[in-house]
Protein backbone atom coordinates (compact mmCIF):
# COMPACT_ATOMS: atom_id res chain seq x y z
CA UNK A 1 0.00 0.00 0.00
CA UNK A 2 1.47 3.49 -0.70
CA UNK A 3 2.45 5.58 2.15
CA UNK A 4 1.11 9.24 2.39
CA UNK A 5 4.26 10.93 0.04
CA UNK A 6 3.40 8.13 -2.55
CA UNK A 7 -0.12 9.59 -2.45
CA UNK A 8 0.83 13.11 -2.19
CA UNK A 9 2.74 12.99 -5.15
CA UNK A 10 -0.02 10.69 -7.01
CA UNK A 11 -2.30 14.09 -6.57
CA UNK A 12 -0.26 16.24 -7.45
CA UNK A 13 0.85 14.43 -10.88
CA UNK A 14 -3.53 14.29 -11.33
CA UNK A 15 -3.85 17.93 -10.76
CA UNK A 16 -1.13 18.63 -13.70
CA UNK A 17 -3.21 16.66 -15.21
CA UNK A 18 -6.23 18.46 -15.15
CA UNK A 19 -4.55 21.80 -16.03
CA UNK A 20 -3.26 19.86 -18.88
CA UNK A 21 -6.72 18.86 -19.96
CA UNK A 22 -8.20 22.59 -19.82
CA UNK A 23 -4.99 24.02 -21.26
CA UNK A 24 -5.46 22.10 -24.42
CA UNK A 25 -8.64 23.05 -24.82
CA UNK A 26 -8.05 27.08 -24.34
CA UNK A 27 -8.59 27.42 -20.71
CA UNK A 28 -4.46 28.57 -19.66
CA UNK A 29 -5.25 29.37 -16.03
CA UNK A 30 -6.04 26.51 -13.62
CA UNK A 31 -4.79 27.91 -10.47
CA UNK A 32 -5.28 26.04 -6.70
CA UNK A 33 -6.39 27.36 -3.97
CA UNK A 34 -7.88 26.67 -0.41
CA UNK A 35 -11.84 28.03 -0.27
CA UNK A 36 -10.70 28.55 3.52
CA UNK A 37 -8.85 31.80 2.47
CA UNK A 38 -11.48 32.72 0.56
CA UNK A 39 -14.08 31.71 3.47
CA UNK A 40 -11.91 34.13 5.97
CA UNK A 41 -12.06 36.76 3.82
CA UNK A 42 -15.97 36.36 3.11
CA UNK A 43 -16.50 36.08 6.79
CA UNK A 44 -15.38 39.78 7.05
CA UNK A 45 -17.53 41.10 4.71
CA UNK A 46 -21.06 42.04 4.50
CA UNK A 47 -21.85 41.29 0.63
CA UNK A 48 -24.47 38.59 0.51
CA UNK A 49 -22.24 36.02 -1.16
CA UNK A 50 -22.00 32.86 -0.20
CA UNK A 51 -19.06 31.02 1.56
CA UNK A 52 -17.64 27.76 0.02
CA UNK A 53 -18.10 24.37 0.68
CA UNK A 54 -14.49 23.23 3.25
CA UNK A 55 -15.94 19.44 3.92
CA UNK A 56 -14.22 16.86 2.21
CA UNK A 57 -12.27 18.79 -0.36
CA UNK A 58 -9.78 16.86 -2.57
CA UNK A 59 -9.00 20.28 -4.62
CA UNK A 60 -10.34 23.78 -5.58
CA UNK A 61 -9.17 25.69 -8.72
CA UNK A 62 -9.74 28.73 -10.41
CA UNK A 63 -10.16 28.25 -14.18
CA UNK A 64 -10.06 30.81 -16.58
CA UNK A 65 -8.25 31.90 -19.66
CA UNK A 66 -5.72 34.54 -21.56
CA UNK A 67 -6.21 35.46 -25.30
CA UNK A 68 -5.10 31.83 -25.98
CA UNK A 69 -8.74 30.79 -25.70
CA UNK A 70 -10.11 32.29 -28.79
CA UNK A 71 -8.51 29.77 -31.80
CA UNK A 72 -10.11 26.85 -29.57
CA UNK A 73 -13.06 28.84 -29.36
CA UNK A 74 -13.56 29.74 -32.99
CA UNK A 75 -13.08 25.91 -33.71
CA UNK A 76 -15.63 24.89 -31.23
CA UNK A 77 -18.59 27.22 -32.97
CA UNK A 78 -16.72 26.29 -36.39
CA UNK A 79 -17.87 22.84 -35.81
CA UNK A 80 -21.13 23.12 -34.46
CA UNK A 81 -22.37 25.39 -37.29
CA UNK A 82 -21.05 22.62 -39.82
CA UNK A 83 -22.52 19.93 -38.10
CA UNK A 84 -25.59 21.93 -38.11
CA UNK A 85 -26.15 21.10 -34.12
CA UNK A 86 -29.18 22.76 -32.55
CA UNK A 87 -28.71 25.34 -30.03
CA UNK A 88 -31.18 26.68 -27.48
CA UNK A 89 -32.24 30.65 -27.96
CA UNK A 90 -29.54 31.32 -24.92
CA UNK A 91 -26.89 28.97 -26.46
CA UNK A 92 -27.01 30.83 -29.36
CA UNK A 93 -27.51 34.52 -27.06
CA UNK A 94 -24.26 33.68 -25.78
CA UNK A 95 -22.40 31.03 -27.36
CA UNK A 96 -18.93 31.89 -25.46
CA UNK A 97 -20.84 30.89 -22.72
CA UNK A 98 -22.15 27.97 -23.89
CA UNK A 99 -18.04 27.09 -24.93
CA UNK A 100 -16.49 27.82 -21.66
CA UNK A 101 -19.38 25.37 -19.56
CA UNK A 102 -19.73 22.37 -21.90
CA UNK A 103 -15.68 22.05 -22.34
CA UNK A 104 -14.72 22.94 -18.52
CA UNK A 105 -17.61 20.51 -17.46
CA UNK A 106 -16.62 18.00 -19.55
CA UNK A 107 -13.10 17.67 -18.14
CA UNK A 108 -13.70 18.42 -14.37
CA UNK A 109 -15.92 15.68 -14.77
CA UNK A 110 -13.81 13.21 -16.61
CA UNK A 111 -11.04 14.03 -13.93
CA UNK A 112 -12.94 13.62 -10.90
CA UNK A 113 -14.23 10.11 -12.23
CA UNK A 114 -10.35 9.65 -12.88
CA UNK A 115 -9.26 10.04 -9.00
CA UNK A 116 -8.17 7.39 -7.16
CA UNK A 117 -11.19 5.82 -4.82
CA UNK A 118 -13.80 8.15 -6.07
CA UNK A 119 -17.16 7.63 -5.20
CA UNK A 120 -19.74 8.71 -7.75
CA UNK A 121 -22.63 7.68 -4.66
CA UNK A 122 -20.52 9.77 -2.40
CA UNK A 123 -18.23 12.49 -3.55
CA UNK A 124 -19.50 15.30 -5.79
CA UNK A 125 -18.19 18.63 -7.69
CA UNK A 126 -19.54 21.92 -6.59
CA UNK A 127 -18.94 24.59 -9.57
CA UNK A 128 -19.67 27.63 -9.72
CA UNK A 129 -19.69 29.72 -12.96
CA UNK A 130 -18.41 33.70 -13.47
CA UNK A 131 -21.69 34.12 -16.04
CA UNK A 132 -24.22 33.13 -13.45
CA UNK A 133 -26.74 35.86 -12.76
CA UNK A 134 -27.79 33.39 -9.99
CA UNK A 135 -27.14 35.74 -6.29
CA UNK A 136 -26.82 32.50 -4.33
CA UNK A 137 -24.10 30.99 -6.90
CA UNK A 138 -22.19 33.79 -7.54
CA UNK A 139 -18.54 33.62 -6.38
CA UNK A 140 -16.09 36.73 -6.42
CA UNK A 141 -13.34 35.15 -9.01
CA UNK A 142 -11.34 38.63 -8.54
CA UNK A 143 -11.10 37.66 -4.81
CA UNK A 144 -10.15 34.50 -4.69
CA UNK A 145 -7.20 35.12 -7.26
CA UNK A 146 -5.91 38.08 -4.91
CA UNK A 147 -6.27 35.58 -1.75
CA UNK A 148 -4.55 32.80 -3.24
CA UNK A 149 -1.88 35.03 -4.80
CA UNK A 150 -2.30 34.87 -8.57
CA UNK A 151 -3.40 38.41 -9.06
CA UNK A 152 -3.29 41.76 -7.93
CA UNK A 153 -6.68 42.95 -6.96
CA UNK A 154 -7.01 46.78 -7.10
CA UNK A 155 -9.16 48.09 -4.64
CA UNK A 156 -10.33 51.19 -6.37
CA UNK A 157 -11.30 49.67 -9.68
CA UNK A 158 -11.60 45.95 -8.77
CA UNK A 159 -9.16 44.95 -11.78
CA UNK A 160 -7.72 42.03 -11.18
CA UNK A 161 -4.14 42.40 -12.42
CA UNK A 162 -1.47 39.14 -13.02
CA UNK A 163 2.15 40.00 -13.05
CA UNK A 164 2.43 38.49 -16.65
CA UNK A 165 -0.94 39.11 -18.36
CA UNK A 166 -2.20 42.01 -16.61
CA UNK A 167 -5.88 42.71 -16.79
CA UNK A 168 -6.05 40.75 -20.04
CA UNK A 169 -7.35 37.58 -18.77
CA UNK A 170 -11.19 36.30 -17.55
CA UNK A 171 -11.73 34.17 -14.50
CA UNK A 172 -14.49 31.49 -15.95
CA UNK A 173 -15.35 28.86 -13.11
CA UNK A 174 -14.19 27.86 -9.40
CA UNK A 175 -14.48 24.23 -9.02
CA UNK A 176 -14.03 22.54 -5.55
CA UNK A 177 -13.96 18.81 -5.58
CA UNK A 178 -15.72 16.62 -2.25
CA UNK A 179 -14.28 13.40 -2.05
CA UNK A 180 -12.60 11.15 0.39
CA UNK A 181 -9.00 11.20 0.66
CA UNK A 182 -6.22 9.21 3.01
CA UNK A 183 -4.56 12.71 2.74
CA UNK A 184 -6.64 16.59 3.76
CA UNK A 185 -6.28 19.26 1.04
CA UNK A 186 -2.51 21.27 2.00
CA UNK A 187 -1.45 23.67 -0.17
CA UNK A 188 1.56 26.37 1.25
CA UNK A 189 0.00 29.78 2.62
CA UNK A 190 -0.02 31.89 -0.38
CA UNK A 191 2.07 34.66 -1.44
CA UNK A 192 0.16 37.51 -2.32
CA UNK A 193 1.08 39.53 -5.35
CA UNK A 194 2.22 43.67 -4.60
CA UNK A 195 0.67 46.14 -6.23
CA UNK A 196 1.40 45.72 -10.08
CA UNK A 197 -0.09 49.81 -10.99
CA UNK A 198 2.23 52.78 -10.83
CA UNK A 199 0.49 55.75 -8.83
CA UNK A 200 0.08 57.63 -12.74
CA UNK A 201 -1.76 53.90 -13.87
CA UNK A 202 -3.83 54.22 -10.44
CA UNK A 203 -4.87 57.54 -11.52
CA UNK A 204 -5.69 57.11 -14.57
CA UNK A 205 -7.60 54.07 -13.73
CA UNK A 206 -10.05 55.71 -11.37
CA UNK A 207 -10.73 58.35 -14.08
CA UNK A 208 -11.55 56.09 -16.70
CA UNK A 209 -13.49 53.89 -13.90
CA UNK A 210 -15.14 56.89 -13.11
CA UNK A 211 -16.16 57.54 -16.70
CA UNK A 212 -17.05 53.55 -17.56
CA UNK A 213 -19.76 53.73 -14.64
CA UNK A 214 -21.40 56.73 -16.49
CA UNK A 215 -21.85 54.60 -19.18
CA UNK A 216 -23.25 51.43 -17.22
CA UNK A 217 -26.64 50.43 -15.34
CA UNK A 218 -25.07 50.10 -11.58
CA UNK A 219 -28.84 48.35 -10.94
CA UNK A 220 -27.44 45.31 -13.42
CA UNK A 221 -23.86 45.97 -13.95
CA UNK A 222 -22.54 42.53 -12.99
CA UNK A 223 -24.83 41.16 -15.66
CA UNK A 224 -24.17 43.33 -17.99
CA UNK A 225 -20.27 42.60 -17.45
CA UNK A 226 -20.41 39.00 -17.21
CA UNK A 227 -22.52 39.50 -20.63
CA UNK A 228 -26.08 37.85 -18.95
CA UNK A 229 -27.95 41.10 -19.78
CA UNK A 230 -27.44 43.70 -22.65
CA UNK A 231 -24.97 46.66 -22.78
CA UNK A 232 -24.16 49.38 -25.07
CA UNK A 233 -21.04 49.94 -27.40
CA UNK A 234 -20.37 52.65 -25.33
CA UNK A 235 -20.33 50.92 -22.25
CA UNK A 236 -17.96 47.96 -23.45
CA UNK A 237 -15.63 50.41 -25.38
CA UNK A 238 -15.21 52.41 -21.69
CA UNK A 239 -14.60 49.27 -19.79
CA UNK A 240 -11.92 48.03 -22.34
CA UNK A 241 -10.09 51.38 -22.02
CA UNK A 242 -10.24 50.82 -18.37
CA UNK A 243 -8.10 47.66 -19.09
CA UNK A 244 -6.07 49.81 -21.35
CA UNK A 245 -5.17 52.07 -18.44
CA UNK A 246 -2.41 49.26 -16.88
CA UNK A 247 0.84 48.83 -18.83
CA UNK A 248 1.75 44.95 -17.28
CA UNK A 249 0.41 42.47 -20.05
Avoid at 24 to 43: A, K, M, S, T, V
Avoid at 101 to 117: H, P, Q, R
Avoid at 122 to 128: A, F, N, Q, T, W
Avoid at 183 to 189: G, S, V
Wanted: proline share 5%; hydrophobic share 40%; charged share 20%.
Amino acid sequence: MPDEEDVAALAQTSFHRLAENLHRNGFDICHPFHPRWYNEWLQQQANGLSILDEKDISGAFLIGNTKNMWPYFKRWWSTRSTIGQQLSAEQRKHPLDTFCKDTITAIVKSYFLSLEGGNANRDRIELHWASTHEIEKLVSMQRIASVSGFAYLDPHTHLAVHPIYGTWMSFRAVVVFHAKSRIPFQLPPPKMVPCLLSPQEQEIAREAMIHALKYSDLDQLCGQLHNTMEGNDEMILAWIALRDCVRVG
